[in-house]
């Protein structure tokens, strides 16, 4: 395209579109771990606004390597209830409090669940357990439906229910010193709450996630690296949270609209075939195109501006 058809294209958009007086203006990054504990409602999460609209999810009980329990189970599907809604958040991070991601399920505070499930009889017992499992699962299964694109940053180890939580999230990071283990075989468990469907969707070997699971052996960043559970490994916890926010920051500056939509159409042609893939698209296009997005972009593209300087509104 010539310089003179560029400079018209831009005359001709920027007549198209409502006039905003502000642009988009990064805020000034806080912290991103959090020492002081938990964020009310919540009693094993910590949330935070690190940047503009970029919320922050860290796993908080330290003390117990973050593991489990059920308040966690209960607390992370209202948090990312809340982060769907909230129109002031364009993308997620969620990351370990302490000294480890997640040691994964609590194994002193949800035994009694498990191990002695309520019921009079055998069939009340069995539709009692189906529906704590269903309920376990919708913990991990918000992270998919949160239509905001999920970072996990990963450091230490990853357990059990950790490779459950990540499997559902959208982008996957890690330090030097992560390790990720499909842990359920080992305490009397086929994992029950998302790994065993997601685990081989993320990896292109199914012999690995079938050594994976049936072994529970540990697997290290490198070889998470390069099966593909991660897309890239940092030296260290700072330097990832750095990296992390970093990439979070560019997702959030781009129309929510084209965001949110590629989230939602990346899951939806994971579960279908092609052909059932484009048709969704197209549906979905047919309303999401006219979005002013398209053409503030655009323009925005052709002059050669970042896409941090476009304002968009709120979805
Ligand atoms: C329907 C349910 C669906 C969900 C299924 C999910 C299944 C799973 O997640 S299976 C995996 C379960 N997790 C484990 O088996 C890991 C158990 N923990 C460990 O092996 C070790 O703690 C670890 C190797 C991770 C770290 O060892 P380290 O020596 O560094 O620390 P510890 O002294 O062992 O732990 C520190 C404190 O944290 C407590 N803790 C650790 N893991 C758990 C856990 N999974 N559940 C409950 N508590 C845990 C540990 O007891 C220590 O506490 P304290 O004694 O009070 O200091």
Not at 128 to 154: G, H
Not at 269 to 284: F, I
Request: aromatic share 6%; charged share 20%; hydrophobic share 45%.
């Amino acid at each position: 395209m010539s310089a003179g058809q560029r400079a018209m294209l831009s005359v001709l958009f920027r007549s198209a579109l409502p006039k905003y007086g502000r642009m988009w203006r990064p805020v000034p990054v806080r912290t991103m771990s959090s020492s002081d504990g938990p964020t009310a409602p919540f009693t094993t999460l910590a949330v935070s606004q690190p940047a503009e609209s970029v919320t922050h999810v860290q796993l908080h009980r330290p003390a117990k390597l973050n593991a489990m329990n059920k308040a966690f189970w209960r607390e992370m599907v209202e948090c990312f209830q809340q982060i769907s809604d909230d129109q002031t958040c364009r993308v997620v991070l969620i990351s370990g409090a302490g000294s480890t991601f997640t040691a994964g399920l609590d194994l002193m505070d949800m035994a009694g669940d498990i191990l002695q499930p309520e019921g009079d009889d055998s069939a009340r017992i069995a539709w009692n357990v189906r529906k704590l499992i269903k309920r376990y699962q919708e913990t991990f299964s918000v992270l998919e439906k949160c239509p905001k694109p999920v970072v996990a940053a990963v450091h230490g180890a990853c357990i059990g229910g950790g490779v459950d939580l990540i499997t559902a999230c959208d982008i996957r990071l890690c330090t030097q010193d992560a390790w990720f283990q499909v842990k359920e075989v080992d305490i009397g468990l086929a994992a029950d709450v998302g790994t065993l469907q997601r685990l081989p969707k993320v990896i292109g070997s199914r012999s690995l996630v079938n050594e994976l699971a049936l072994t529970a052996r540990k697997m290290y960043a490198d070889e998470a690296k390069s099966s593909g559970l991660v897309s890239r490994v940092f030296p260290d916890q700072e330097a990832m949270m750095a990296g992390a926010l970093d990439m979070a920051a560019e997702i959030a500056a781009r129309s929510p609209v084209a965001v949110q939509g590629t989230k939602i159409n990346l899951i939806y042609s994971r579960d279908h075939s092609v052909a059932e893939g484009l048709d969704y698209m197209a549906a979905w296009n047919m309303s999401m195109l006219q979005t002013q997005d398209v053409m503030k972009s655009a323009q925005a593209t052709m002059e050669k501006k970042s896409p941090k300087e476009t304002l968009f509104s709120k979805l």
